[in-house]
């Protein structure tokens, strides 16, 4: 059974202070790796997809990367507007299911 | 575009009372997907389908039942609502294609009584 793991489920940092967010995946056979952001009230938002080892993606304060087991989304410098909650989700070769992670809630103090 | 548009956005539903969540996109995607999210559970799969005229069952399929009307309609029955059925739910939808993202609509905010 495919699974997502994220880590912290928390996170307070000081705007500028630089943190990364996990998500530990278990599937056969990965198709894509997304990361999603999510703010109060609203859908999700895509930012990034990534699909082999190696592979990385940036968006404006955010890096995405990927491992065979896991994957990280970088934050350089924030700022408070970053504060959401950062999902991942992960699809097999095998269908066309996406499986999310619970989150990661990151709250950017000014 | 209006992308992904679920109605109705707020509903309170008694216990045993059903009712039906539509979703439709305008985007000419041909997968769609139905999520519940509760407090601390991130984004769970209920149902998704492929294509018009297949569905299949996510996670957590348990007292609902979907349709996929046609191309661009995705609706989501509960047949006899449950207290546990309290959640927000999503409907997203996403192209053909590798590694395509799916696009998410505001989401359903449903209370049962």
């Known amino acids: 059974e495919d699974q997502v793991t994220q880590s912290p489920e928390a996170l307070r940092l000081q705007e500028g202070e630089s943190s990364s967010l996990n998500c530990s995946y278990t599937v056969s056979g990965l198709r894509g790796l997304f990361w999603y952001r999510q703010d109060p009230g609203k859908g999700p938002e895509f930012l990034f997809t990534l699909y082999s080892a190696g592979e990385e993606k940036e968006k404006e304060r955010l890096k995405a990367t990927l491992t065979k087991k896991e994957s990280f989304l970088h934050i350089t410098a924030p700022k408070p507007e970053d504060s959401a909650t950062y999902l991942c989700a992960v699809q097999a070769f095998r269908d066309d299911k996406i499986i999310f992670g619970k989150g990661t809630r990151l709250h950017i103090l000014p | ?113």
């Open chain 2, 1 to 113: 575009n209006a992308g992904v548009t679920q109605t109705p956005k707020f509903q309170v539903l008694k216990t045993g009372q059903s009712m039906t969540l539509q979703c439709a996109q305008d985007m000419n995607h041909n997968s769609m997907y139905w999520y519940r999210q509760d407090p601390g559970m991130g984004l769970r799969l209920i149902y998704y389908s492929a294509s018009e005229g297949t569905t299949d069952k996510g996670e957590v399929p348990n007292g609902y039942n979907v349709s996929r009307l046609n191309k661009r309609e995705f609706s989501l029955r509960l047949e006899s609502a449950a207290p546990s059925q309290t959640s927000v739910y999503f409907c997203a939808s996403r192209k053909d294609g590798w590694n395509t993202e799916a696009f998410f609509g505001q989401g359903t905010r449903l209370t049962v009584v």
